[in-house]
């Protein structure tokens, strides 16, 4: 089982980066609903919908000793106090599926100093799933 972090924004094709390829949504869907591995938003958390998969609330209800209540009340822009950095998101991650044989993050921000994850621009992943460097066998 692997563990895939997908920003949204200038990521996934939903919102892509205007002059770069983006992945598509049914590749995440696929990945989340018709794979073993686990499937997160990181980033823009509208992907939580629009592929319905786990996001940052989720992971703190898991991950945090006093549940969702970490991130604190939420102001008049549905935003909460505490918001974990992206970074501190994928390391939550990996201590979550300490058992995952990879950790891959797909986001526009480069995350290749993470220890442990596999940072992918977009533009950089599709070409590495279609070149089967990362195996995980698209929907077409």
Known sequence: MMVFAFDRDWTVDVNPHPQREA??????RHLAHETDHEVWAIGNQDLKDEAEIPGIETLAGRYYE???GRLGKKDDWDRY???????????MLTEEFPDATAYI??????????EGWQHYYAWDFVPAVERNDIAIDPPS
């Open 23 to 28: 992945v598509p949504l049914a590749w995440v």
């Open 66 to 68: 006093e549940g969702i």
């Open 81 to 91: 106090e505490y918001w974990p950095e992206r970074r501190d998101r994928l390391r």
């Open 105 to 114: 993050a797909v986001d526009d921000l480069d995350l290749s100093d993470v």
